[in-house]
């Protein structure tokens, strides 16, 4: 599979994102415990949904409980542009307050009531960076600051990370088929609106083992002259469970018999997303995460590792990544063979 010429052209970015994709990754604030999506600026004021006021419990007003929620306790995360909170009373919403305008408004009934994608419900008429946000629960996948990791200095995998990913992988593989259907539903929304998935920060997966649920926590408006260039594909779908970047790394560490886990784990994953994409009508076409990873490597540069095994390096560069990645999923015990 080759690899397009590489082409500057203008840009995008991401859910803490401003609006250019040289930004991207460094705008990925990585919240190594975080139970809960807490969204995107996607704002427009609305009176105080129904399903809300009825989980109010009696004396209080919707300000009383954001300012309960306002407390180190409740906090559930902190980009640089926002700090969101668990809200007392209110079990399946978070808080969100900005710390500043976005630009990034997008109408709150843009998102079907069936998909949970973190979207608002409900922004404060008096102070508009006052979001109250749908929540999703569920734990960080791969490694906590992933960012962190394959960026400069970039750290070296632990046998013990290895042996982690290689049970996170096991735990997603064994989730039932409608969880994969209904992830690519989200996604399939998010294409039809116009949005591109951060695919590439495994901790922009969010895995909630107790509900059987997947979700994906970050994605971006994609600017309507570069829709060629930011397509959702069911490879983006497979990439981000797999941590692509980082996976021959895991791989190299783990025991044979967490090799073979790995190597039947992803199978399932692949097999389990292509079923669900091919259901929701998202896209199959491999060309399009191609694309998008050729797009995005010229814009960050990520420094390769030394591989100790080898006395070589692990280049952790997101088109060479990708390719090597492909080659695993077409080919797995072909590429086993060569680590």
Avoid at 153 to 170: H, R, Y
Wanted: hydrophobic share 30%.
């Amino acid at each position: 599979m080759k690899i397009a010429p590489i082409r500057i052209t203008n840009n995008i970015q991401l859910n803490k994102i401003k609006s250019t994709p040289a930004k991207h990754h460094k705008s990925i604030t990585s919240y190594a415990s975080m139970p809960a999506f807490y969204g995107r600026d996607l704002v427009k004021t609305n009176p105080l949904p129904e399903e809300i006021r009825s989980k109010m419990p009696e004396g209080y007003s919707i300000q009383d409980l954001i300012k309960l929620a306002q407390t180190e306790e409740n906090k559930l995360g902190q980009g640089a542009n926002s700090i969101v909170y668990s809200i007392p009373h209110l079990d399946d919403y978070a808080l969100k307050v900005l710390n500043k305008d976005d630009p990034n408004k997008i109408n709150m009934s843009e998102f079907p009531a069936d998909v949970n994608l973190g979207q608002p419900v409900w922004q404060d008429d008096k102070n508009p960076r006052i979001l109250i946000l749908k929540k999703i629960e569920g734990k960080e996948h791969s490694i906590p600051n992933w960012s962190k990791t394959v960026n400069t200095p970039p750290l070296q995998i632990t046998k013990e990370q290895a042996s982690n990913f290689t049970k996170q992988l096991s735990v997603i593989s064994n989730m039932p088929q409608e969880t994969f259907d209904q992830f690519a539903k989200d996604v399939k929304v998010l294409s039809d609106k116009g949005y591109k998935l951060d695919s590439i920060n495994p901790n922009n997966l969010l895995v909630d083992e107790k509900k059987q649920q997947i979700h994906i926590i970050d994605y971006f408006k994609v600017n309507p002259n570069e829709t060629h260039l930011y397509q959702n594909s069911c490879f983006d779908l497979i990439a981000v469970a797999c941590d692509f970047t980082l996976f021959p790394e895991y791989f190299d560490k783990m025991s044979d018999e967490e090799k073979q886990s790995t190597i039947n784990s992803v199978k399932t994953i692949t097999d389990k997303m292509y079923q669900g994409c091919v259901k929701s009508g998202l896209s199959c076409d491999d060309e399009k995460y191609i694309t998008y990873i050729n797009e995005t490597s010229k814009w960050f540069p990520i420094p390769s590792i030394q591989n100790e095994k080898t006395g070589g390096e692990y280049v952790r560069a997101y088109n060479v990544r990708m390719i090597d990645f492909m080659d695993m999923v077409y080919n797995p015990e072909q590429w086993a063979s060569k680590r």
